[in-house]
């Protein structure tokens, strides 16, 4: 038909006219790639004959295809190829010759091993983008190694500071450090993109695990410089200010985000009880950080009668900082969920969580469900 873009991977959103090669798995190398997708740039996702790992990560499996992978791939065609043979490699280097982006997430000397390392490709391709998602980067005491999600949260210090005062660390219950990776090897991609438009010359943009999982220690990282101690775990609550905290009331638990003395103030008041604010253990931030068990002590008396989800729409009502503890189901299907649009259904057989990222002019699209 006249007028329609004749690739259905092309949108017309902020990158109309970028071209990305995706070669990556999992997870990191797949977000970006979607990221970049949702926003109008034509993806093609070639996999490896055997096809993506995360196409078995389940259940739960809608035709053979895991949600995982679902949940990773919109907004991008799909092609199966064997880099590992010559003619593989031929088709590969003829569609980069049309290509902007190269997102791949190889094991280190695999590409290089394949003659589609960086320096091969960027001189024959010198405007290429060239994006590697890798556990630990190339070399250093554990380069070169393979890196998931949750071991690198282990080794870069998250799990120290996630889990219960008496308890034993935690994993953070999704896959931040791999979801943080994708984000950053997006924002490489869209500042090497800018590079090219003033020099035109690409270039090679990397975004490791580790440090990326290094990058979410705010304010743990922060706090061990300036004063040396060493984090602990702390539960829900911060570890700088306080209350910053889960408490528990007659029907659900409420999560408090009180980041000031004046919000201090008006939560007291709401809850009948003003001169807590007034307390010399309490009036100041810093105070009430040092005197927290006690202060807790008392907010869970104050609260032990409240309706929680009433008592959080109220202190939001009034600039207190506070929300239910909702369930998954609860987050997706409540309606601010559905006005500000972050729920995205493609045909009769994807549903997904939209793009976060807000543009007014060229708003996210989203054109084709995962390749199948």
Same mark, same amino acid.
């Given at each position: 038909?006249?007028?329609?873009?004749?690739?259905?991977?092309?949108? $017309?959103?902020?990158?109309?006219?970028? !071209?990305?090669?995706?070669?990556?798995?999992?997870?990191?190398?797949?977000?970006?790639? @979607?990221?970049?997708?949702?926003?109008?740039?034509?993806?093609?996702?070639?996999?490896?004959?055997?096809?993506?790992?995360?196409?078995?990560?389940?259940?739960?499996?809608?035709?053979?295809?895991?949600?995982?992978? *679902?949940?990773?791939?919109? $907004?991008?065609l799909?092609?199966?190829?064997?880099?590992?043979?010559?003619?593989?490699?031929?088709?590969?280097?003829?569609?980069?010759?049309?290509?902007?982006?190269?997102?791949? /997430?190889?094991k280190?000397?695999? *590409?290089?091993?394949w003659?589609?390392?960086?320096?091969?490709?960027? #001189?024959?391709?010198?405007?290429?983008?060239?994006?590697?998602?890798?556990?630990?980067?190339?070399?250093?005491?554990?380069?070169?190694?393979?890196?998931?999600?949750?071991? =690198? @949260?282990?080794? %870069?210090?998250?799990?120290?500071? /996630?889990?219960?005062?008496?308890?034993?660390?935690?994993?953070?219950?999704?896959?931040?450090v791999?979801?943080?990776?994708?984000? /950053?090897?997006?924002?490489?991609?869209?500042?090497?993109? @800018?590079? !090219?438009?003033?020099?035109?010359?690409? &270039?090679? =943009?990397?975004?490791?695990?580790?440090?990326?999982?290094?990058?979410?220690?705010?304010?743990?990282?922060? $706090?061990?410089?300036?004063?040396?101690?060493?984090?602990r775990?702390?539960?829900?609550?911060?570890?700088?200010?306080?209350?910053?905290?889960?408490?528990?009331?007659?029907?659900?638990?409420?999560?408090? +985000?009180?980041? $000031?003395?004046?919000?201090?103030?008006?939560?007291?008041?709401?809850?009948?009880?003003a001169?807590?604010?007034?307390?010399e253990?309490?009036?100041?931030?810093g105070?009430?950080?040092?005197?927290?068990? +006690?202060l807790?002590? !008392?907010?869970?008396?104050?609260?032990?009668? &409240?309706?929680?989800?009433?008592?959080?729409?109220?202190? *939001?009502?009034?600039?207190?900082p %506070? #929300?239910?503890? &909702?369930?998954?189901?609860?987050?997706?299907?409540?309606?601010?969920?559905?006005?500000?649009?972050m729920?995205?259904?493609?045909?009769?057989?994807?549903?997904?969580?939209?793009?976060?990222?807000?543009?007014? !002019?060229?708003?996210?699209?989203?054109?084709?469900?995962?390749?199948?």
């Amino acid at each position: 038909m006249a007028g329609l873009n004749p690739n259905p991977a092309a949108g $017309n959103g902020a990158l109309t006219g970028i !071209r990305v090669i995706d070669l990556s798995r999992i997870l990191g190398g797949p977000y970006c790639g @979607q990221i970049l997708g949702d926003h109008g740039a034509d993806v093609l996702k070639i996999e490896p004959p055997q096809g993506d790992d995360t196409r078995t990560w389940g259940p739960p499996f809608r035709d053979g295809v895991a949600s995982y992978y *679902m949940g990773l791939n919109r $907004n991008k065609l799909g092609m199966r190829l064997d880099l590992a043979s010559d003619e593989g490699r031929e088709v590969l280097l003829a569609l980069l010759e049309g290509a902007d982006v190269l997102v791949e /997430n190889f094991k280190t000397g695999t *590409m290089e091993k394949w003659g589609l390392g960086y320096e091969q490709l960027s #001189a024959r391709f010198p405007r290429l983008v060239h994006c590697r998602v890798s556990g630990f980067g190339a070399d250093g005491p554990l380069g070169g190694l393979a890196g998931y999600d949750a071991a =690198v @949260q282990a080794m %870069a210090g998250i799990m120290s500071v /996630n889990g219960e005062a008496d308890g034993e660390p935690l994993r953070v219950g999704l896959p931040v450090v791999d979801l943080v990776t994708g984000l /950053n090897a997006a924002l490489g991609v869209l500042l090497a993109l @800018q590079d !090219r438009a003033r020099t035109g010359k690409g &270039q090679f =943009v990397e975004a490791s695990l580790y440090d990326c999982g290094l990058s979410l220690l705010h304010p743990h990282a922060a $706090n061990w410089f300036m004063d040396g101690r060493e984090p602990r775990l702390t539960g829900n609550a911060h570890p700088n200010i306080y209350p910053y905290d889960a408490f528990p009331t007659r029907t659900a638990p409420v999560f408090l +985000a009180v980041g $000031n003395d004046r919000q201090f103030g008006l939560l007291c008041r709401h809850l009948g009880d003003a001169a807590l604010a007034q307390d010399e253990s309490y009036a100041r931030a810093g105070d009430r950080s040092r005197n927290r068990a +006690a202060l807790r002590e !008392r907010l869970i008396a104050l609260l032990a009668d &409240q309706d929680g989800p009433a008592l959080a729409q109220a202190l *939001m009502d009034i600039g207190v900082p %506070a #929300a239910p503890v &909702q369930s998954v189901s609860a987050a997706l299907k409540h309606p601010h969920t559905d006005h500000r649009d972050m729920v995205v259904s493609i045909g009769d057989g994807y549903t997904g969580v939209a793009s976060p990222i807000k543009l007014s !002019r060229t708003p996210a699209t989203y054109r084709l469900p995962p390749p199948l």
